[in-house]
């Protein structure tokens, strides 16, 4: 019995991996799981404002919905048609298409995987009810026939359009109009795949306007996070030391911080117009610049606005951060230096930045973080104006991805931010993890 027990026991390696592991399937379905997803979507050309690319598809496939309903049009357009044009030379050739285009109608509504779905779809499309479940209004086709199928439609489509071209008749050229839009509809309705594996990422990697997007988001994270550092550790150093009112003093620094950021913009975008803007007017009448509506009409304004922005409403989180970290360090260590005859600077120098340095990386990495992903600041303050100079690679996957329902070139946007981000996180966590392990070797 007791072989049998020690049989089952773990070692410390595999109790630390079961010990993980339930955090390691959270972190699986709550970020790696979307990120896997929308790298899977970036390899489609996957439009939800286009009825023939609004779903990831790697083999040719048919909306019965749409294709029953056009078909309704495109008979009695067809019919029109061939009225007509009895007794004259295109007869034979609308009678034709007529001909081939039924053939290609048959074979659908006769095959053995499309019969009965077709019959349901075409009986609540006659009804005029919406056919809402997906799995009964797609319906899977070969390749060779619907390839075949768009042939003869181009084919027809280019027919009739010669004839448009030709013909001086009013009535007929809209006979022959109707018939080859419906054409086009039953085209439409004939949805190839989409699938265009790693080509949006070559696209958009090569595109100006990511590489503007991307230089624009760095620099105000580097620009903002530096700025939110100094100011935040200068409050933190402030608020840590014991004086009358420090309650209500580390209350009232945190009110910025507290505010909605949507809020926050929207206020600052009061304050920066060139109209009626108290920080505008202040900053012209100052110098700072030249006229009061170039804080949000020109680029370098318009940067400078939301940097100023985000310091505004985010040191407070730095300096919370710092707080905590300077709360740790012993008193005693400032009575010795103070007894060796060490100044103000020197015990800052020697010993706060010393011994902050591991909460000073920690607060970088969540505004970097942070920062880098910036979103609803630029969006509300500038919307990415003007002309791009503050968009964001956030601000610009929203435009793609909701804006022009680009899903597939979106979610490239979306894999880069998560790329940059985690690339972040990796070398702050090195830095962090050396720190902390220097730590532990010094104290040893």
């Not at 004259?88 to 001909?99: G, Q």
């Not at 610009?396 to 998560?418: C, D, K, P, R, T």
Request: glycine letters at 6%; aromatic letters at 12%.
């Amino acid at each position: 019995m007791g072989d049998k027990k020690k049989r089952f026991q773990l070692n410390e390696s595999q109790l630390g991996y079961v010990m993980v592991m339930p955090a390691l399937i959270l972190i699986f379905a709550i970020t790696l799981w979307p990120v896997g997803q929308s790298f899977w979507n970036s390899m489609f050309d996957y439009r939800l404002n286009d009825p023939t690319r609004n779903q990831t598809t790697l083999s040719y496939t048919i909306d019965l919905e749409r294709y029953a309903d056009n078909y309704f049009y495109y008979e009695r357009d067809i019919e029109t048609l061939i009225d007509s044009v009895e007794g004259t030379e295109m007869e034979p050739t609308v009678r034709e298409i007529e001909a081939t285009i039924e053939e290609f109608h048959e074979q659908i509504v006769t095959s053995d995987n499309l019969a009965e779905q077709y019959a349901v779809v075409d009986e609540m499309v006659m009804n005029f009810q919406p056919v809402n479940d997906d799995d009964l209004k797609y319906g899977s086709i070969s390749n060779e026939f619907s390839e075949n199928y768009i042939d003869a439609i181009e084919a027809a489509d280019a027919e009739l359009t010669n004839y448009f071209e030709q013909t001086e008749d009013e009535e007929l050229a809209t006979a022959i109009a109707d018939a080859n839009a419906q054409l086009g509809q039953l085209d439409r309705s004939l949805i190839r795949p989409n699938f265009i594996g790693l080509a949006n990422y070559g696209k958009y990697l090569t595109e100006a306007r990511t590489w503007s997007a991307m230089w624009n988001t760095v620099f105000f994270t580097v620009v903002s996070v530096f700025f939110e550092l100094v100011i935040g550790l200068a409050v933190a150093l402030v608020i840590n030391r014991a004086f009358i009112g420090r309650g209500a003093v580390r209350a009232a620094v945190l009110i910025p911080w507290a505010i909605p950021t949507a809020v926050s913009a929207m206020m600052w975008s009061y304050l920066y117009d060139g109209q009626s803007g108290i920080v505008a007017h202040y900053f012209e009448q100052l110098g700072f610049i030249s006229d009061a509506s170039v804080l949000l009409s020109t680029g370098s304004g318009a940067m400078f606005s939301i940097i100023l922005a985000d310091v505004w409403k985010t040191m407070p989180y730095m300096a919370l951060l710092l707080l905590a970290g300077l709360q740790t360090i012993s008193e005693s260590l400032y009575e010795a230096a103070e007894v060796d005859g060490a100044g103000k600077f020197q015990q800052f120098l020697y010993i706060t930045l010393p011994m902050l340095k591991s909460a000073i990386l920690v607060a970088l990495l969540f505004r970097t973080l942070d920062a880098f992903r910036v979103f609803d600041l630029i969006y509300v303050l500038t919307g990415g104006g003007p002309a791009n100079s503050t968009e964001s690679v956030s601000v610009y996957a929203y435009q793609v991805l909701f804006a022009q329902q680009n899903f597939g070139e979106g979610s490239v946007l979306s894999v880069i931010m998560f790329l940059s981000v985690a690339l972040i996180s990796i070398i702050f966590i090195k830095l962090i993890g050396s720190d902390l392990f220097e730590d532990k070797k010094g104290s040893k």
